[in-house]
Structure formats: C-alpha cells, structure tokens
C-alpha cells in the first residue's frame, strides 16, 4: 500500500514522507510571529502568485494555493464542470481515475479512462472513440480531459504532445487540465522540452505540486481559462479547502520559487533515481516503463520484488504474469548518496548472486 508500512532505514516508498527543505523551515519559521491577513489574502501568497505568473507568462492567470492534490483535483474539475451530466476524460491509470478514491465522481462527475498505451499517456486517438461512442443524451457528455506530468509511470509529455491533445480539445469543445503534483521532477527531466510558460499556453489551468517537491504540504493552481476563473473563491470556500492560515502554503511556495529553490530539489530527485536506474540497467533487470523523472518501476521475480519492498521501502505497482511483479522506486528531495548507493548495491548483489546461481547448474 502507498500509504502504510514500516519506514525502513532507507525509503523508496514515495517523495513526501520527510519534512520539508530547511529553506522552507527557516521562511516559516522567519514569519511565524508575523500578523497576515487570512485566507490567502496575504502578501506572501501575493508574491509567490506573482513568481508563478512571470514563470509562465501569463499576468491575467488567478494562482490559488490548496493544501493537497486530490482537494486541487477535485476543486479545478468542479469549477470546469458545472453541469451533472458532464464527465472528465483520463488514462486508466490516471491518478483520478486510480488514487483518489472516487472524490471526482463523489463531486458528482463521472470519470471516463482509457487505455495508455503502457506509458501512462493518452492521445487524441485514444481519446476519440470516447467522443464518438457519447453520443446522446442517454449518456455523459465528455468535457475535459485529466493528464498528469509526470504521469503515474513517472513518463513525460513531449511539448509536441501537449500540444496535439491541446489544439485536439480546443477543436472538440474539451477542458485540458494538468495535474501537476510532480510537475518539477518532470520539468527537470533530461529529456523534458516543456516548459511552465509552454504549459500555461497549452492547458485551461495546471496545478503546481510543492507536497512531493520539498515543501510541508501544498499545491498551486494555475487557472487560465476565464470561465473557471469566475467566482472560484466561493467554490473553494464551499468545498472547505480555503485555510485560514493560508498565508502558510505562500510562504512556502514564496521560499520554493526565490533563486530556484523549487527546480534545484527536482533536479536532485532526478538525479537519484537516475543512478538507481543506470545500476538496474547494469542488472539487466527490465523496467514496466521507461525511467525518466523520479518515479523508477522495475520488473522483478515476486521474491525478490517482496524482498525488495521489506528492505527499502518500495511499493509494488503491479503483480505481472509468469510470476514476476512490477515494483515502484521513488526518490525525493531528501534522498541521500548513502541510500541511494545502498540500492543500487542491493541490485547489483542480487544480478551477482543469480548469475552465479545459473554457473552452478
């Protein structure tokens, strides 16, 4: 499970179990006998806002700061779709459609997902026969289409990409909206040519996610388009996200963004798994999807993914046929050379002792 276990010495699990950067502290710490005025009405939030929009270039964009994704989810989709019988498109593997625990469709929006073509992306081919096939009104009419970046099997994106499904939903009438909880890692990616200014012109609103990049908790939502602009407060307000203290996630956001702070913890967690996943390559053990952010998923006998999972901390993603199983490595701002170079020895340990195993037939 994503969520429950003994913390090992050395944890891959995911990349929100520790605190948060000392920078982060230290600016709340700075703040914490300062008087703000609530509800993220304050000046730090103001200023992190502002950051936000000059990265993406987009002045008349309205930045609002949530607590956690799936409240940002939630929110974003319910200020996109305002009719009952609308429904939001994603890949079957889509976060909305696989970890959230139905709270789309308990907004009361139905999620229609599709295949991914093993990479955890869709496209407008697969997005096409949705359209076709609802038709009428003895069915849910699809408005929006849900993608992730990085998604769920920690792939990117291309811009050509994000700018095909942008240029097909604005034929067809769609939302694109990007949830983008683990938007740094990917934006730091070797192979990433997105950037957030690309995005902002490509999406109807996106979210920036501080939870799994280094912050103690919280999400900023990038809101684009005009029509959900219109009256969001209220609808934050409603679905109880607004925090008092909101001036708590701008100022941690205010501290991510000051001299790159946010894109330097990313590129950090990329860097990690990057070795981790150079040593799974040595194995030559086979990945479930291509390794190119933080997230790595690994092809393993069930044992040794069993073993794996107790040793460090790791998730499995999937049990795969002919007894083997997919497991998930997922490194943070806080990995460390030490842990990481503990994994990759367990790897190679493991490739050593099978080879020797198979001399000895």
């Known amino acids: 499970m994503y969520g429950s276990g003994e913390i090992k010495k050395y944890s891959f699990k995911n990349d929100y179990s520790e605190g948060?950067?000392?920078?982060?502290?230290?600016?709340?710490?700075?703040?914490?006998?300062?008087?703000?005025?609530?509800?993220?009405?304050?000046?730090?939030?103001?200023?992190?806002?502002?950051?936000?929009?000059?990265r993406c270039k987009a002045p008349n964009a309205e930045v609002a700061f949530i607590a956690g994704g799936t409240a940002t989810n939630a929110l974003a989709i319910s200020l996109f779709l305002r009719n009952p019988y609308e429904a939001?498109?994603?890949?079957?593997?889509?976060?909305?459609?696989?970890?959230?625990?139905?709270?789309i469709e308990n907004t009361g929006h139905k999620v229609i997902n599709v295949p991914s073509d093993g990479d955890g992306k869709i496209t407008p081919e697969l997005i096409q026969p949705v359209l076709d096939w609802h038709n009428c009104e003895h069915m849910v009419v699809p408005k929006l289409v849900y993608v992730?970046?990085?998604?769920?099997?920690?792939?990117?994106?291309?811009?050509?990409?994000?700018?095909?499904?942008?240029?097909?939903?604005?034929?067809?009438?769609?939302?694109?909206y990007?949830?983008?909880?683990?938007?740094?890692?990917?934006?730091?990616?070797?192979?990433?040519?997105?950037?957030?200014?690309?995005?902002?012109?490509?999406?109807?609103?996106?979210?920036?996610?501080?939870?799994?990049?280094?912050?103690?908790?919280?999400?900023?939502?990038?809101?684009l388009n005009e029509e959900m602009r219109e009256n969001y407060r209220y609808m934050i307000k409603q679905k109880?996200?607004?925090?008092?203290?909101?001036?708590?996630?701008?100022?941690?956001?205010?501290?991510?963004?000051?001299?790159?702070?946010?894109?330097?913890m990313?590129?950090?967690?990329?860097e990690a798994a990057e070795k981790i996943a150079d040593a799974i390559r040595s194995t030559g053990f086979e990945f479930y999807a291509k390794p190119q952010t933080n997230q790595i998923f690994v092809i393993l006998p069930d044992a040794l993914a069993d073993e794996l999972v107790d040793e460090f901390g790791c998730n499995i993603e999937s049990r795969l046929a002919n007894g083997k199983s997919a497991a998930r490595i997922v490194t943070s701002w806080a990995t460390t050379d030490e842990a990481v170079n503990a994994l990759s020895e367990w790897f190679l340990t493991k490739y050593c002792a099978g080879l020797l195993k198979e001399m000895m037939k």
Request: charged fraction near 20%.
């Open 20 to 54: 948060a950067h000392p920078h982060i502290l230290l600016s709340l710490a700075a703040r914490s006998t300062e008087t703000n005025c609530p509800y993220g009405m304050d000046k730090h939030s103001e200023a992190a806002a502002d950051m936000i929009r000059e």
């Open 88 to 103: 939001a498109i994603c890949a079957v593997t889509g976060h909305i459609n696989v970890h959230e625990t139905g709270a």
């Open 148 to 176: 992730s970046q990085s998604t769920e099997l920690g792939t990117i994106y291309t811009k050509a990409e994000l700018t095909a499904l942008s240029e097909y939903c604005r034929k067809n009438g769609l939302y694109l």
């Open 178 to 223: 990007l949830d983008g909880a683990r938007l740094g890692s990917a934006l730091m990616a070797k192979e990433n040519d997105l950037t957030l200014e690309d995005i902002a012109a490509l999406t109807d609103a996106f979210y920036i996610g501080g939870t799994k990049n280094g912050l103690l908790f919280g999400e900023a939502l990038v809101m």
């Open 240 to 264: 109880g996200y607004m925090l008092a203290k909101g001036y708590v996630v701008g100022t941690m956001f205010e501290a991510a963004f000051k001299d790159g702070l946010f894109f330097g």
């Open 266 to 270: 990313a590129l950090h967690e990329n």
